[in-house]
C-alpha cells in the first residue's frame, strides 16, 4: 500500500474541495459569522503563510486562548498544516498556571480572543519564549494593550498567501496538538496529540455506532475547544462535511437553545453541567430542539435522572460518552445493542447510563486488586486504555511514570464491566471511600441523589472515621423553590432502598454550590477540605 | 501518542470480546451454520494454532480457493493473525491463470471448498511451492482425492490450541492480504494488502456516508470473498459486530431474496449481475425485503434504470459505489448531500447514477490531455487516486511502472467530475470510442440502450473505420419475451434524442450472451473480436 501520512491538514483539503458550500456558523463577540468550507480553507491557508512569515516552524508551539468559533478552528488547522503544533490553553485555570503551561510548552505566539486579553497582560511579562502576540477581534482598530508586539488576526490574513500549501511529507507521529490537563493537584500536564492520533480518532467520531458524524449534520460543539480539541468534534465534522456552530464566547444555556432552534442543530456535546443548565433553560422558554438527534455528554458521569428527563420529556436522544484529555478523548459511546432493544424501558435506561462500549481501534484491561476483574457488573477495578489515539506519556513531566506503565495509560478511573463489555464508572481511583474494608462509590451515591426531584448537584466525600476508617458526606445543591423544603432526613430515606445499610451517607449537608474544576467537574479535594472545616477536623 | 500497530488480528479480538454473541450465518454445501464471534474467535484461534504448526511462517502465503462462509472468514484472520499472508485466489479463472497465480504468489498451503478440489487435482502437478491442502467440508470423511497431503478443516482444527493469541508486534505495513485481479489481457496482477490499509479501509467503511456498517445491521456480502475481500466487508462487519450472512457456493438469485427475507438482511454489496438478477427473481416471487436499508453496487456502473426500479418499486436504497483490486476497494460512494435532497426526483437520480464521492482519508486527481481537468460535469479525463489503502505496485510485476507513477494509482477510468466533486465513470480508457478527433463514451450509450425496457445488457464497442479512426458498434440482449418483438431502427430511434448524431451507434447487434470476465464485467476484448468477426473485418 503507500505510504501516505495522516494528516491533519488532509482533512481541511477534503472539506473545501468536497464540500465547499457547506458552512461553519461562528459567534464572536460582535457578530455572527456564516462561512462556508471554502472560505475557511482559504483563510487558513492565509494563516498559514502568516505563521510562516512570522518565524513559526515546525515543531514550534502555537498557542491559543479561545472561545469556540471560526477563527480558533482555522488555527485547529492551519498550525499542524505547517508542522507546527496547535496547543489550546484553558482560559478557565489560574493565571499561575496559565504561566506555567505557556513556559512549559514553550508556546512562540499566542493567539487570544479579546476579552481574554487582560489576562494574558497581566502576566506577560512572565512568559519566556512568547514572541509575538495575535488579538482575534472583528473590530478593524487593534485594543489598546500593553502586550508588544500585538497583531490583528483579520489583519494579517490579508497579508498571508492564500496559496499556502498544507504539508504532506511528514511522520504521521509527529505532534499536531497538545493540551494540559486541569489537574486537581499540582501542576497541569502535558498531553501531545500526533497527527496520526487526530485522523483516526476523527474515523471514530465518524463510525456510526460513535458519534456517527456524517454531512447532513450540524454539529454545536459546546465543550470548549480549549479542552481537548473540544473532543475532537471540530476536526472530523469538518473533515466530513458536517455544518458546524460554534457558539463563542460566554454563552448562556439561552444562547445554546437558541442555537439549536435556529441553526436546527443536530448533535451537541458538552458536560453534564451544561445539559443541566440547557434542561433548566427549556423548561422555562419555548423552544424547538426536534432537529437534535444526540446529546453527547461527557467528562464527568451524567446523572441517570438527567438522561431520562432529555429523553421522555423532549425527546432527545442523550448519550453518554467517556474520554480523558490524555484520549483524545473518545473511549467509550453508550449505545444499546440491537438485542437490548427488546429490554423494559428502566432496564435499558439502566444500561444507557452506564459509560458505555469500548470504541474500535482501542483495547481496555480493567485490573481489580487480584489481575483483571470479572466482567459481572459488579467487581470493581481501575480502567486500562491502549490505542492509537491514546497519550504515551506526560510532556516532559516524571508523572509520566505513575499514569502511563507497560505500554497502558492508568485512567485513575474505577469502573465495573458488565458481560456485554460495557463499563460503568463507579469513582476515582483516589474518591472510593474504603469503609471497614470495603469500597462504596461516591458517584453511585451522587447519582441515586441527583435522581431527586430536589437535587440539582450532589457530590458524596469521604471525611476520616476512627472506627471505618472512612466514611461518606453527601454535600448536595437543592433545585431554585426547594431550598428549605427538603430535610436531610428525606434524602437519607430515599436512599434507603437503593443501597446497603452501610453505604448511607453518615450527613447530607446543603450547600449553595459545589466547587468545580475549570472544566466543570466536582472538585472533590476543595469540597473535603470544606467539609472537614464544617466538622472542625482538621 | 502510543506506537500501536492496525492490525487485522486485533479487530476479530474486539469482536470476540464485544460482540460475542452476535452470529456469522453461513451456508456451506451441506447445511446452515449459525457460530457468534465468540465461536468464531475461538475457531480463528485454534486454526492460528495450526497453521504454524503446518510450518506457515510470518510473510508466507495462505491461499484459499473457496465461497462465501465462515471457514473463508476464519482464514480472513487467522493467515494474518500469525503474520502470515491470506491470498484469496478467484475460482473463475482459467486454470492457466491460477496455477500462474498460485505460483506467483508461492502460496505454500492451500484451503478448497469440496466442489473445487476437482479443478486443482488437474493443475497440482504444475503447484511449485504448495505443501498442504486442506479441504473445507462438512463431512466427517475426506473425500477421494489425488492432492497429498490433504487434511481436513475441521479435523484440524480439533487440534489447533484455541488458546492461540493474535500477533501484535508487527508493522503494520506488512502484508496481511494479496488478490490478483483479473485482467481482460495478459497474466493477472496481484495486489498486496497491508494491515493498516485494511483497518483504515475498514473506518472507512463504518462511517456514516459511506457504508455505515454498525452493530445493529445484518450485512450480505454477495461480492465472493475471492475478489477484494468482498469489498473489506467481513473485515468491517466483524470488527463492527454487524450480524453476516455469507450466502456460500454457487448461489442462485432465489437464495439471496429468501435470506434476505428470512435473515432481514440489511446491507448487501455486489456487482449490477447480480441484482439485475434478484431483480428477476423478486418480479417472479413475492418475497419481503422490507428489512434492506442499502444495496451497495459496485465493480462495474449500474444502469440508472436498475436504480429507478429497485428504489421506486422495492423501496430498496440502492447505492452506487466505485473501486478496484488495487483500492481495497472502496474510493467513491454516491449519496446525495443534503442540501441536494430539494432536487427533482429525476434530478436526484441522474446525480446518484454517478459513481459518487471520494471517501475521507483518499485524494484523487482527474488527468485530461492537458492537465487536471474542469469540475464542470463535462471535461472527461483518467481517474487517479491515492492513498493508505491505495496499493503502490503489482506484487513482482513489471506492468507497475504504467499503472503507479508519481505516487498516484492510475485507474485506467475515464471519468467527468462535477462542481460538487462527484465523479462519473464515462469509460475505461481502452474502451472509450475516437471518432473523428472526438471520444464518445461506451459507458454512456450501454445505460441509455439498457433503460430500454426490452434491454437486459448492453455492450458498446469501437470498430476500425477507415474515415472516422473509430465507430461504435451496440451489442444487446434482449430481456426474455422480447426476442424478435423489438428492431434495430427501434433502438436507434429510442437513442436519436439522448445524444448527439455522430455519437449513435453504426449498427446494433443482438447477442444471446455478452463475455464476461470471471468477476462479472463485459469483455470488451473478446466483444470486439466477434463483433470484428461477424463483420468479417481482421
Known amino acids: 500500500m503507500m505510504q501516505v501520512p495522516l494528516t491533519v491538514g488532509s482533512m481541511l483539503e477534503h472539506a473545501e474541495k468536497f464540500f465547499a458550500k457547506k458552512q461553519v456558523i461562528s459567534q464572536t463577540h460582535d457578530q455572527l459569522h456564516r462561512l462556508t468550507y471554502k472560505e475557511i480553507g482559504e483563510r487558513t491557508r492565509r494563516l498559514m503563510g502568516v505563521l510562516k512569515g512570522l518565524g513559526i516552524n515546525h515543531g514550534d508551539r502555537v498557542g491559543t486562548l479561545a472561545w469556540n468559533h471560526h477563527r480558533h478552528l482555522e488555527i485547529y488547522f492551519a498550525a499542524p498544516g505547517i508542522g507546527s503544533v496547535l496547543h489550546t490553553i484553558n482560559i478557565r485555570l489560574s493565571p499561575e498556571h496559565i504561566i506555567y503551561i505557556i513556559n512549559h510548552a514553550e508556546d512562540k505566539i499566542l493567539f487570544i480572543d479579546e476579552d481574554i486579553l487582560p489576562l494574558i497582560e497581566k502576566v506577560a511579562d512572565q512568559l519566556k519564549t512568547v514572541e509575538a502576540f495575535v488579538v482575534m477581534t472583528d473590530k478593524s482598530e487593534l485594543p489598546t494593550s500593553s502586550l508588544q508586539p500585538l497583531y490583528s488576526y483579520e489583519e494579517l490574513l490579508r497579508s498571508g498567501n492564500p496559496a499556502t500549501e498544507f504539508i504532506k511529507d511528514i511522520d504521521e507521529n509527529d505532534p499536531a496538538g497538545m493540551c494540559y490537563t486541569s489537574a486537581t493537584t499540582g501542576k497541569p500536564k502535558g498531553v501531545v496529540y500526533s497527527h496520526r492520533g487526530i485522523v483516526l480518532h476523527s474515523f471514530a467520531l465518524g463510525l456510526t455506532d460513535s458519534a456517527g458524524l456524517s454531512e447532513s449534520d450540524i454539529s454545536m460543539p459546546v465543550v470548549p475547544q480549549f479542552h481537548v480539541n473540544a473532543w475532537g468534534i471540530p476536526f472530523a465534522s469538518t473533515w466530513l462535511g458536517t455544518t458546524q456552530v460554534l457558539p463563542g464566547p460566554r454563552f448562556t444555556p439561552k444562547r445554546l437553545a437558541e442555537f439549536i432552534e435556529r441553526e436546527k442543530v443536530t448533535i451537541t456535546a458538552g458536560v453534564p453541567t451544561i445539559w443541566l443548565g440547557l434542561l433548566r433553560e427549556l423548561e422555562q422558554g419555548d423552544y424547538d430542539t426536534s432537529s437534535l438527534r444526540a446529546i453527547l455528554c ?196 430515599f436512599l434507603k432502598p437503593q443501597f446497603a445499610k452501610w453505604w448511607l451517607p453518615d450527613d447530607i449537608l446543603f450547600f449553595d454550590e459545589i466547587p468545580k474544576t475549570s472544566v466543570g467537574k466536582f472538585l472533590k479535594r476543595e469540597l473535603r477540605e470544606q467539609v472537614k472545616a464544617h466538622y472542625k477536623m482538621s
Open 298 to 493: 461527557g467528562g464527568s458521569a451524567a446523572p441517570r435522572g438527567l438522561i431520562k428527563t432529555f429523553e421522555s420529556k423532549y425527546n432527545i436522544p442523550f448519550i453518554h460518552a467517556y474520554g480523558a484529555t490524555e484520549t483524545t478523548p473518545i473511549v467509550t459511546v453508550s449505545r444499546l445493542k440491537s438485542y437490548q432493544q427488546s429490554l423494559g424501558e428502566e432496564e435499558k435506561l439502566d444500561q444507557r447510563s452506564k459509560q458505555g462500549l469500548l470504541v474500535p481501534g482501542l483495547e481496555m484491561k480493567i485490573m481489580g486488586s487480584d489481575g483483571e476483574v470479572k466482567w459481572d457488573g459488579l467487581e470493581m477495578g481501575e480502567l486500562l486504555v491502549r490505542g492509537p489515539w491514546i497519550a504515551s506519556e506526560y510532556y516532559n513531566d516524571d508523572r509520566t511514570a505513575n499514569a502511563f506503565q507497560d505500554g497502558w495509560f492508568h485512567t485513575g478511573d474505577v469502573v465495573t464491566v458488565d458481560e456485554e463489555g460495557v463499563i460503568k464508572i463507579v469513582d476515582r481511583t483516589k474518591d472510593l471511600i474504603k469503609s471497614g474494608g470495603e469500597w462504596i462509590s461516591s458517584v453511585d451515591l451522587e447519582n441515586a441523589l441527583m435522581a431527586h426531584d430536589a437535587v440539582f448537584e450532589a457530590s458524596v466525600v469521604a471525611i476520616p472515621d476512627p472506627e471505618w476508617q472512612e466514611r461518606p458526606v453527601a454535600c448536595v445543591v437543592l433545585n431554585e423553590g426547594f431550598s428549605d423544603k427538603v430535610s436531610k432526613d428525606e434524602l437519607q430515606n
